[in-house]
């Protein structure tokens, strides 16, 4: 296999859960050697956290943890140890990226600030990522996921009219602050390598949330320009059919307003009901009484064929529509499928299981499969050798709690 993308980088992994896994993810799928370094014992909270493979709970079974943590190298190592740190510092001395995702003051109390780090490497680039950043006066605050999204604005705006708002099915927010921080990363990093500077990325989940290109974004930008607050139940844009829509087997999406409207009458097989031209005047997408008339001509048709069926016709005729799938039909469907997205893996515990893959393709440096999530301490031996450490070193280290 070529070389991948981030081959010749090393990432020093110091995270936890899910915004940071998801991060250091990303840089090892496509080739960098992230060494995830886990608390002895207990390791990432992250495998306490189901789905467990079998519904069995288990460190080695969590679903969670074995998604997000596939291509890496798992060591062990105390860190409020004195010969932890020292470690530690050995490693980042031959590292180019150390990601981290304590409370912000964490790493300064450890003496493994950016600030401390920098003196034995440069060039060095350290992501930090926390709820709120590394200043302001929210910094030491905690946070979930759910108050990240409300905070972030546009979940007042989410939910039916009269009624609590409502939120993304979840931890949308958390992972996109993961995908946030590994672009972030790689800008420090480039930065880093043609500017011949270290530098020190501060990642508040709570801003990549508030600046998400989903609602969120144009919301802002409507309160900005307009100072309008987007009311809860408004959807953009108007007109018919538009929408989730019930057919014979689940749920159908289509958008075919406006100007898109004579592509829905095309997948209705062109009704002469639908071809009377008041139906093609501007205000008609504004009639509630030709929008009752239009739904009950389409709820009719759609109730007698499956989201398969009304896909393909769709598509055919020109129409922005697409199946709600349930997750057992996303693993069968043929486009995934037939792209490859979906990868088997092979884990010492849970044996061969199937996890979503690469989230896009690189032709020339491709995405692989290297390694399963480690088990807690995997590459003890593996890395420490390569910093000089004995079998018997490993041993001591081991007894004296280090590792």
Known sequence: MPNQALSDIRVIDLTH???????????ADYGADVIKIERPGTGDGARSMGPFYHDEPHPEKSGLFLSLNTNKRGITLNLKSKLGKEILQELVKKADVVVENFKPGVMERLGLSYADLE??????????????????????????????FGMGGTMHSIGHPGRE??????????????????????IGFYGSRYQDT?????????????????????????????????????????????????????????????????????LLGNPQELMDPRWYVVEAQTDPLLKEEFEAIFLGFLLQHTKAELFEMGQRAGNI????????????????????????????????????????????TPWQLRRPAPM??????????????????????????VI
């Not at 996890?355 to 690189?362: C, E, S």
């Open 198 to 266: 270290g530098q020190h990325i501060d990642i508040s989940i709570m801003e990549t949330q508030a600046t998400s290109v989903d609602r969120r974004f144009y919301a802002l930008l409507t309160y900005q320009y307009t100072g309008t607050v987007t009311p809860k139940g408004a959807s953009f844009g108007a007109g018919y059919p538009q929408g989730t829509y019930p057919c014979a087997d689940g749920y159908f999406r289509i958008s075919a307003s406006g100007p898109r409207f004579p592509r829905a009458v095309e």
């Open 165 to 186: 708002p409502q939120k993304y099915g979840l931890t949308v927010s958390i992972y996109h602050s993961g995908a946030v921080a590994a672009m972030a990363t790689m």
């Open 119 to 148: 003196t034995i490497n440069p060039k060095l680039v350290m992501t930090s990522i926390s709820n709120f950043g590394q200043t302001g006066p929210y910094r030491e605050y905690l946070l979930t996921e759910l108050m990240a």
């Open 376 to 401: 807690l301490g995997q590459h003890n031996q593996e890395v420490y050798s390569e910093l000089g450490y004995t079998q018997q070193d490993l041993v001591k280290l081991r007894e004296t709690g």
């Open 321 to 364: 529509c697409a199946p709600v799938y349930t997750i057992e039909e996303v693993c069968q469907d043929p486009q995934f499928n037939g792209r490859g997205f979906f990868v088997e893996v092979e884990h010492p515990v849970t044996g061969k299981t199937k996890l979503p893959g690469r989230p896009f393709v690189m032709e020339k």
């Open 17 to 27: 859960y899910i915004a940071g896994p998801a991060c250091t993810k990303l840089l």
